[in-house]
């Protein structure tokens, strides 16, 4: 049987980022997406596209076409998108209707370069979920999968929940 591989389009988010001495600012740095896959010895198929490297904040209505259209220009039919929290849900609603396409969103609230990041895990979720949900658009975070359209971020409780 021969798995079908796995896009990983990165866009940035808390997934990304990197603080580097005590008087900056968080910056989006280089993606660790592939480095976490290699060291947590992902078998399955996968390919990675640093798309953005963009707090969630600060995509743009033309970011969430880039993003919608390198999907449906992809041969894979699986894919995952790293994303920052705060506007998962906005890019979720952009990905409406991908025909024959499963995809996951999922971010981190800590930076993956964090030693107590939720990173690995939301990323390890979304590479299970993308391997056993129906066509659609998917958010993994926190150990919960939501239907990506009736999810919101509860800032308040630092979560996702349905809606």
């Given at each position: 049987m021969t798995l079908a591989p796995i896009l990983v389009v990165t866009t940035g988010g808390t997934f990304d980022k990197q603080y580097f001495d005590a008087l900056s600012e968080y910056q989006i740095a280089e993606s660790v997406i592939e480095k976490l896959l290699k060291t947590s010895r992902v078998a399955h198929p996968f390919r990675v596209v640093e798309l953005l490297r963009k707090d969630s904040l600060e995509l743009t209505d033309e970011d969430r076409a880039l993003i919608r259209a390198t999907i449906a220009a992809a041969p894979e039919s699986h894919v995952v998108i790293t994303h920052g929290?705060?506007?998962?849900?906005?890019?979720?609603?952009?990905l409406e209707g991908l025909e024959g396409k499963t995809v996951v969103l999922t971010g981190a609230l800590a930076p993956a370069r964090f030693a107590e990041s939720d990173a690995t895990f939301n990323l390890g979720m979304a590479?299970?979920?993308?391997?056993?949900?129906?066509?659609?658009?998917?958010?993994?975070?926190s150990g919960s999968v939501f239907d990506g359209l009736k999810v919101r971020k509860d800032r308040d409780a630092g979560k996702f929940v349905a809606i």
């Open positions: 929290t705060d506007t998962m849900t906005d890019t979720a609603k952009a590479f299970a979920c993308c391997q056993s949900a129906q066509p659609g658009v998917w958010i993994t975070m």
